[in-house]
């Protein structure tokens, strides 16, 4: 059955009775906290076009891509190339081996949502995507490994004999290795995205039985995670599957006890998927740990990405019911406030927060929270995935700019807020291109059943191109 969780409600925030005191000074990413301003303009700036400070290249593969994933005539065969692409063991089919295929790849859909294969190309990309006004990147290392469910059952441990020794130098070193130099890509304004699974059967088996971290998966995460606090960094641990996520949520603990010390700044963040039942429960409990046990607990908020792959009871048995427990909990989260949704009778720790969306009724609610009485201070960024969302992100870039001016928004009305407005980023992966490819099919499939989404994102690039042709010839 196919399930479509990406629209948002309408569903109001919840009002609070009183609010945490929030610092007047400079924050994190170099952004003023204070947000008030003492003059009032008397006319609104006129409105913008939002998509003007992309590429043109960039509106033209958008609009392809976007063309493709909201049709249903043209979405099956696009995706049944892309899954040959991403394991056929051909030559002529693997663009890692075919020169002509891996050009014609480069162009267009690695262009689109992939920052390269080697430094100079990722760090060309995050200049660029930084020049527009982003406040940084996710940036994230390519490699995954997606478990099918007889993979799932016949799991094995490979902890002993030659099988090990192929699990550590085959699997563990290659994803440590591609992770560390990620790291060392990131500038101090971003934030670095971890997948487990990429680091092979060793770490899939511990994780399916909820056991610690191998000795030779620890000494690499201790390694990483060392590196992230010494550079501060933020990692993000991303959700996956199930059938591993309980372990995830516990290694995402132990190290967030460890790294996550200093009040209202996380280096380590769990990730907590909003379509299923269980998560405001989750993450209640977490939050209740973090206030007991004294550290911060660093939050990405998403709505979920398996859906082809996660049994269909432990997700939410609507969209609707999607959309309100994802509103309620960013709203709780911004405003550090139990709510409705997520309840616990303990004190609000310290948070930080990230919130991926590419549903714009979702990040107007984040923001209206973020610039109103209500908000509470917190580390707030959003964030959408490079190439996917692009009226969104750049909604929130003119908004954001506009907001540090301490100017009118679009409507004439006075920007007045307690905090600081949220930082923007893309979420973008590098590796090579058929390693890019797996990525994107995953991807892909969580995206085939938002047609109203990607139609939004086509109608918002048409609109775009129209708009400067106009301006072109002189009509605009």
Same mark, same amino acid.
């Given at each position: 059955?196919?399930?479509?969780?990406?629209?948002s409600?309408?569903?109001?925030?919840?009002?609070?009775?009183d609010q945490?005191?929030?610092?007047?000074?400079?924050?994190?990413?170099?952004?003023?906290?204070?947000?008030?301003?003492?003059?009032?303009?008397?006319?609104?700036?006129?409105?913008?076009?939002?998509?003007?400070?992309?590429?043109?290249?960039?509106?033209l593969?958008?609009?392809?891509?976007?063309?493709?994933?909201?049709?249903?005539?043209?979405?099956?065969?696009?995706?049944?190339?892309?899954?040959?692409?991403a394991?056929?063991n051909?030559?002529?089919?693997?663009?890692?081996?075919?020169?002509?295929?891996?050009?014609?790849?480069?162009?267009?859909?690695?262009?689109?949502?992939?920052?390269?294969?080697n430094?100079?190309?990722?760090?060309?990309?995050?200049?660029?995507?930084?020049?527009?006004?982003?406040?940084g990147v996710?940036?994230?290392?390519?490699?995954?490994?997606v478990?099918?469910?007889?993979?799932?059952?016949?799991?094995s441990?490979c902890?002993e004999?030659?099988?090990?020794?192929?699990?550590?130098?085959?699997?563990?070193?290659?994803?440590?290795?591609g992770?560390?130099?990620?790291?060392?890509l990131?500038?101090?304004?971003d934030?670095v995205?971890?997948?487990?699974?990429?680091?092979?059967?060793q !770490?899939?088996?511990?994780?399916?039985?909820?056991?610690?971290?191998p000795?030779?998966?620890?000494k690499?995460?201790?390694?990483?995670?060392?590196?992230?606090?010494?550079?501060?960094?933020?990692l993000?641990?991303?959700?996956?599957?199930?059938?591993?996520?309980?372990?995830?949520?516990?290694w995402?603990?132990?190290y967030?006890?460890k790294?996550?010390?200093?009040?209202?700044? !996380?280096?380590?963040?769990?990730?907590?998927q909003?379509?299923?039942?269980?998560?405001?429960s989750?993450?209640?409990?977490?939050?209740?740990?973090?206030?007991?046990?004294?550290?911060t607990?660093?939050?990405?908020?998403?709505?979920?990405?398996?859906?082809?792959?996660?049994?269909?009871?432990?997700?939410?048995?609507?969209k609707a019911?999607t959309?309100? !427990?994802?509103?309620?909990?960013?709203?709780?989260?911004?405003?550090?406030?139990?709510?409705p949704?997520?309840?616990?009778?303990?004190?609000?720790?310290?948070?930080?927060?990230?919130?991926?969306?590419?549903?714009?009724?979702?990040?107007?609610?984040a923001?209206?929270?973020?610039?109103?009485?209500?908000?509470?201070?917190?580390?707030?960024?959003?964030?959408?995935?490079?190439?996917m969302a692009?009226?969104?992100?750049?909604?929130?870039?003119?908004?954001n700019?506009?907001?540090?001016?301490g100017?009118?928004?679009?409507?004439?009305?006075?920007i007045?807020?307690?905090?600081?407005?949220?930082?923007?980023?893309?979420?973008?992966?590098?590796?090579?291109?058929?390693?890019?490819?797996?990525?994107?099919?995953?991807?892909?499939?969580?995206?085939?059943?938002?047609?109203?989404?990607?139609?939004?994102?086509?109608?918002?690039?048409?609109?775009?191109?129209?708009?400067?042709?106009?301006?072109?010839?002189?009509?605009?």
């Amino acid at each position: 059955m196919r399930r479509r969780i990406h629209s948002s409600s309408t569903r109001s925030s919840v009002p609070i009775t009183d609010q945490i005191p929030v610092p007047t000074s400079t924050s994190v990413g170099g952004l003023p906290i204070n947000a008030q301003v003492s003059s009032t303009p008397t006319s609104a700036p006129p409105k913008s076009a939002p998509l003007s400070v992309l590429p043109l290249a960039t509106v033209l593969r958008n609009l392809a891509s976007t063309t493709i994933s909201s049709s249903r005539i043209l979405l099956p065969p696009s995706l049944a190339i892309m899954s040959t692409l991403a394991y056929s063991n051909q030559a002529l089919f693997n663009p890692d081996k075919n020169p002509l295929l891996r050009w014609f790849l480069k162009q267009t859909f690695y262009a689109q949502f992939c920052a390269g294969e080697n430094p100079i190309e990722v760090r060309h990309t995050v200049n660029g995507l930084k020049g527009i006004g982003y406040t940084g990147v996710i940036l994230g290392y390519a490699k995954e490994v997606v478990l099918t469910d007889e993979q799932t059952r016949d799991l094995s441990s490979c902890e002993e004999g030659p099988v090990a020794e192929e699990c550590v130098r085959n699997e563990i070193k290659p994803w440590a290795a591609g992770t560390m130099e990620t790291l060392q890509l990131a500038g101090p304004t971003d934030f670095v995205a971890l997948k487990f699974s990429g680091a092979g059967r060793q !770490a899939l088996y511990a994780l399916k039985n909820r056991l610690p971290p191998p000795p030779h998966l620890k000494k690499a995460l201790d390694e990483i995670c060392d590196l992230a606090a010494q550079r501060d960094v933020p990692l993000l641990f991303d959700a996956e599957q199930t059938a591993i996520q309980a372990g995830i949520d516990d290694w995402t603990l132990q190290y967030q006890r460890k790294y996550n010390t200093k009040p209202g700044h !996380a280096i380590i963040y769990g990730t907590y998927q909003a379509y299923l039942k269980a998560t405001p429960s989750v993450l209640g409990s977490h939050l209740a740990a973090a206030s007991k046990e004294n550290f911060t607990l660093g939050i990405k908020l998403v709505r979920g990405a398996y859906l082809g792959t996660d049994p269909r009871h432990v997700i939410h048995d609507t969209k609707a019911d999607t959309d309100a !427990a994802y509103d309620s909990i960013a709203s709780s989260l911004i405003r550090r406030k139990w709510g409705p949704v997520l309840q616990q009778t303990i004190a609000f720790p310290q948070i930080s927060i990230l919130l991926g969306s590419h549903n714009l009724e979702s990040v107007l609610k984040a923001r209206e929270i973020r610039a109103g009485p209500e908000c509470a201070g917190t580390e707030l960024a959003i964030a959408q995935l490079q190439g996917m969302a692009d009226e969104v992100s750049c909604e929130l870039l003119a908004a954001n700019a506009t907001y540090k001016k301490g100017g009118l928004d679009e409507a004439g009305k006075q920007i007045v807020g307690p905090c600081m407005a949220p930082r923007a980023y893309k979420y973008i992966v590098w590796g090579t291109t058929k390693e890019c490819m797996k990525y994107l099919l995953r991807r892909a499939h969580e995206n085939k059943d938002a047609v109203a989404r990607t139609k939004s994102g086509r109608d918002a690039a048409w609109g775009e191109i129209k708009r400067r042709t106009k301006a072109l010839v002189g009509l605009a």
